[in-house]
């Protein structure tokens, strides 16, 4: 009994063999030369399959099916790229319109540090006393040595210049004046008086 089964599997090995070394590689070999030579001759085998192929009934509605599938899959992708490239425009703009924004807005500060460097210069700026100011002060001077005892004018103003001095005397009420030189030593009343006298010419 076993050695029938060995025999029975021996055969059917020794026909799988034949079969594979007669028929299917040989055939294999044969297709495989053919598509080499057709396509060296310029002739797309699977093109032409594809166009015996849909002849066939079953074959065609597959192959059609097939393609409108593809179509629909391209027709969906072109769909969403067109929504994203709208997407992406819309951001652009906003991006866009952010950036005018902040650009006014350093404008703006720009505008505003020159203001305020001009104001800082300004400030800076030595102030020169106007003609009104000088003469306010000088009033006010005038005004200190009327109420001034005539003793203590007579001892600060030998200490000023002779024109300062002479100025000031002769904005001074003339009883003032005449107060203040008597509370001077002899030669400074005498030099003041001269130079009051030269000035009333002048």
Known sequence: MEQ???EEETKKTSKFQWFLFVVFIPLLFTISVVLLILTFS?????????????????????IEGTE??????????IVELKATIVEKEKQLTKANDALKEKEGEID???QEIARL????????????????QTNTSRVDVVKMYETMSPKK????IPQMSDREAVDLLSQLKTDKVAAILEKMDAANAAKYTSLLAKKANN
Do not use: D, H, M
């Not at 002849?55 to 597959?62: A, C, E, G, R």
């Not at 409108?68 to 992708?77: I, R, S």
């Not at 460097?117 to 009104?132: G, I, N, S, V």
């Open 153 to 156: 004018a007579a001892e600060i």
């Open 4 to 6: 029938f089964e060995k």
């Open 117 to 132: 460097q001009a104001e800082k210069e300004q400030a800076q700026e030595p102030t020169t006393p106007t003609t009104e």
């Open 108 to 110: 703006a500060l720009k």
């Open 68 to 77: 409108a599938n593809e179509k629909k899959k391209l027709q969906q992708q």
């Open 42 to 62: 310029g002739i797309n085998v699977f093109e032409q399959g594809k166009k015996y192929a849909s002849q066939l009934p079953f074959v065609s509605q597959w």
